[in-house]
Nanobody, 126 residues
Framework: QVQLEESGGGSVQSGGSLRLSCTAS????????MAWFRQVQGKEREGVAA???????SYADSVKGRFTISQDKAKKTMYLQMNNLKPDDTAMYYC????????????????????WGQGTQVTVSS
């Protein structure tokens, strides 16, 4: 059974930093990427950042220059370093993995992903 577990969320003031982690277990390495999404209650889920197995990365425009996605394949762990956080970054953050290969234009599309973690809350106060 595939499981994704996020950690590292919390509450910070505007301008602060957090590092999220996502550890995969029982995951068959058939997917070609992993990604972070976020969702505010009542709003659509938004793709934040994705990293392919070859190391290519994709970011939402709203986080470019502030967030960095990385991975440790040996530990089956993905990270999201979030710097200069803003109140608009407040959301539940989810990690996701596809069951198979998805095209690069789909890296930040939630419908491409089959496996999801339970989420970790990030709250940024002004």
């Amino acid at each position: 059974q595939v499981q994704l577990e996020e950690s590292g969320g919390g509450s910070v003031q505007s301008g602060g930093s957090l590092r999220l982690s996502c550890t995969a277990s029982g995951y068959v390495d058939s997917g070609n990427c992993m990604a972070w999404f976020r969702q505010v209650q009542g709003k659509e889920r938004e793709g934040v950042a994705a990293i392919a197995t070859d190391g290519r990365t994709s970011y939402a425009d709203s986080v470019k220059g502030r967030f960095t996605i990385s991975q440790d394949k040996a530990k089956k762990t993905m990270y999201l370093q979030m710097n200069n956080l803003k109140p608009d970054d407040t959301a539940m953050y989810y990690c996701a993995a596809p069951a198979g290969s998805i095209p690069p234009f789909g890296y930040l599309m939630d419908y491409e992903y089959e496996y999801w973690g339970q989420g970790t809350q990030v709250t940024v106060s002004s």
